[in-house]
């Protein structure tokens, strides 16, 4: 069983005990969550597709723990005026861990 979750503006294939990688939460370590931005559900009984949303779908999810991104390197220059700016870039993430889907 298989479904298609919607959550920071991306949308990620999620199956019961995977490990995801999200945009940043508000929420606790520890703290279980419901996801109920659920795109596609596919089980036994066959697929349901919303439109836009599957009614009464949702998943639940377990937050992990809250990391930073790989660094992103930001250079910005303009030729021939001596003008050089480097600076970084580290996003915060939110890593769940898929508990179950319910449809």
Known sequence: MFAIVRTGGKQYRVEPGQ???VEHLPYEA???IELSDVLLVSGEEGTQVGSPL???A???ATVIAHEAG????VFKYKS???YRVRSGHRQEQTRLRIEAIEA
């Open 19 to 21: 490990t995801i990688l």
């Open 30 to 32: 520890g703290q279980e």
């Open 54 to 56: 599957v009614t009464g």
């Open 58 to 60: 949702r998943v639940r």
């Open 70 to 73: 790989p660094k992103i390197v």
């Open 80 to 82: 021939k005026k001596r």
